[in-house]
């Protein structure tokens, strides 16, 4: 079927929905980013709070901030890296698997693959036709795809994973640290809550947007999270800071 004729009978991707090449990646480190900038904005905003409910050095509580960022940044990069690692090395085994498995029977694999699409709904005839056709396109994508779930041209990055995460905990940590030193000291608490809900409000949505979720309820669960975190550092530095 041409083309155009294709697009004349409807057939094809929707356009609101990401099936490019290399969806897999980007998602991923779009993921870590979200993620790690809604940490850096709850990590770094219960610790300068409740270092702010203990005392109101300037000096001790950007010392404190400071400390969190990095330690959480350095965290946050080596986790993310580590953990997609792992997932990449399973995945490129599986692939080296089903590589060898091709190659030396392929006879065999193709009509498990004709099986997987009858599991799926096809009569037997015709999944055998469309096994014969994806295998010679591309045996190893159509087998990887079909058995594994897995894109052959499209493994996750660990460092795109790692850098995307770093990065983005930087930058929300960074927002609940130079609102908290640099408000003046009889508002610098209800300001930095108030801005760090709406930020959180917005990495709610975001995650929500690029994993095609329920936005409503990803804010609410950030927003609640995020005060809660907030709300109890800070108490916890008002007491320890009338202790000590």
Do not use: C
């Not at 990065?167 to 640099?182: D, M, R």
């Amino acid at each position: 079927m041409a083309e155009a004729e294709v697009a004349s009978e409807g057939i094809g991707p929707h356009e609101d929905e990401p099936h490019q090449a290399g969806v897999n990646d980007r998602l991923n480190w779009l993921r870590a980013g979200v993620l790690g900038a809604n940490d850096g904005i709850v990590s770094v905003a219960g610790i300068v709070l409740g270092v702010a409910g203990a005392t109101t050095d300037r000096s001790a509580i950007l010392t404190a901030g400071i400390a969190g960022l990095v330690a959480g940044a350095m965290s946050m990069g080596a986790g993310e890296y580590v953990s997609v690692s792992t997932q990449r090395d399973s995945e490129e085994a599986l692939l080296a698997k089903e590589r060898r498995e091709l190659r030396e029977d392929p006879e065999d694999e193709l009509h498990e693959l004709a099986g997987l699409y009858v599991d799926k709904g096809l009569d037997p005839d015709l999944a055998l036709d469309v096994a014969r056709q994806l295998t010679a396109k591309d045996a190893l994508a159509a087998h990887a795809e079909a058995e594994l779930g897995i894109d052959p041209d499209d493994l996750t990055s660990p460092w795109n994973a790692a850098l995307a995460s770093m990065g983005a905990f930087t930058l929300g940590a960074l927002l609940p640290l130079l609102l908290i030193v640099l408000v003046s000291d009889d508002v610098r608490v209800p300001v930095t809550v108030v801005v760090v809900t709406i930020a959180l409000a917005g990495t709610g949505w975001l995650s929500a947007h690029f994993g095609y979720g329920s936005t409503a309820r990803a804010v609410l669960r950030n927003v609640v999270g995020g005060l809660l975190a907030m709300g109890i550092t800070h108490a916890i530095g008002q007491l320890v800071g009338t202790q000590v």
